[in-house]
């Protein structure tokens, strides 16, 4: 009997012993697989968010291109873990989709066509990448694109702004405006600006010239050179070849107003103000939405109200403080809807 019940004893100790082997594997696995999904969630943490950005100018035009850019860079330094892309100059529209096209082949997370002749080259693309999300302005439309974002300005309202002033200020009683080409946000800054003068000052005289271009700086020079001929002491305008404009205007001594983006280093002597576009308003939604997983159908505008369009003075121009409560009261006005902008 002792010798059986010996025998049970070495068997039952080797039954606790594999089960014991077991118990231990099952924690080992356990264990891997822990460390392999903390490493899985660390590696996805770390991976950044990624812009591209298909621009027309230069990226540091202070106009229409760098608006974008600036914007950009707000995200992210607000976002912290963004990596941006920029492909500028692309005037040309063939040049600018196989931009468009090539970011999205990366798999960037949001490509943004800033121009409104990219529309056509959109319509194209997005739908052969429906895991991107696009974002294309100054535009109202996603043409029903499940994955693109559109976006405009209402660059009347700070126009108007701008006109008002550009009015209180002149002693002639002429302005001139160089336009480019009458479409988008450019056409409705200048309607924008001339209605603003014309109801601070009714006989002011107001005169515009569309260059049909948006970055010939020589025509741009040139119509400004037209306008104080003609006896203009306060001028605007709009697109990245305003550069021309605003260097005639510094060397006669001509008051400016700048928009789209911050222009008082080009003339710090000169420029009085400018309606600067602060498109991360509007990009921060852009970004909530698609990390949510909605990455487009939606259209954004940028105004004075949701502080997308912000007039910003030059502190080194002595802008009387009238004129600036002017200014200010006007932008309330805008705000609340007691000012019709006519836009």
């Not at 006109?163 to 200020?169: D, I, K, S």
């Not at 479409?183 to 800054?189: C, N, P, S, T």
């Amino acid at each position: 009997m002792r010798r059986r019940h010996t025998t049970w004893l070495a068997l039952f100790a080797a039954l606790m012993m594999v089960l014991a082997a077991c118990g231990d594997s099952t924690d080992d696995t356990t264990a891997t697989d822990d460390t392999e999904a903390s490493t899985e969630t660390t590696a996805a943490a770390a991976e950044p968010f990624r812009i591209a950005i298909v621009a027309p100018s230069a990226s540091n035009d202070l106009a229409f291109t760098q608006s974008i850019v600036d914007a950009v860079d707000v995200i992210k330094g607000e976002m912290g873990n963004v990596e941006v892309a920029v492909t500028d100059g692309t005037f040309v529209v063939e040049d600018a989709a196989a931009a468009i096209r090539g970011y999205a082949s990366e798999g960037y997370d949001l490509v943004i066509a800033h121009g409104s002749q990219y529309g056509g080259s959109l319509q194209e693309i997005a739908p052969d990448f429906p895991e991107v999300s696009f974002a294309w302005g100054t535009a109202a439309d996603t043409f029903g694109i499940a994955n693109v974002y559109s976006y405009e300005a209402a660059s009347d309202e700070g126009g108007y702004v701008m006109g008002v002033m550009a009015a209180a200020l002149s002693e002639s009683g002429t302005i001139g405006v160089v336009g480019p080409i009458e479409v988008g946000d450019a056409k409705l800054y200048v309607d924008g600006f001339a209605a603003g003068a014309v109801a601070q000052n009714p006989a002011a005289s107001v005169n515009i010239n569309y260059t049909g271009s948006f970055g010939d700086v020589a025509l741009a020079s040139e119509a400004a050179q037209a306008h104080a001929a003609a006896g203009a002491d306060v001028m605007s305008g709009t697109a990245q070849m305003v550069v021309g404009a605003v260097g005639v205007a510094d060397e006669q001594g001509i008051l400016w107003f700048g928009t789209q983006a911050n222009q008082t280093s080009l003339a710090p002597d000169i420029v009085v103000a400018s309606q600067v576009y602060h498109w991360e308003v509007i990009l921060r939604d852009i970004i909530s939405n698609l990390q949510s997983g909605k990455l487009g159908g939606e259209i954004y505008s940028i105004n004075l109200a949701n502080g997308g369009e912000v007039i910003e003075y030059n502190p080194a121009y002595a802008l009387p403080d009238d004129v600036k409560q002017l200014a200010e009261d006007t932008i309330a006005g805008i705000v609340d809807g007691s000012i019709s902008t006519g836009g």
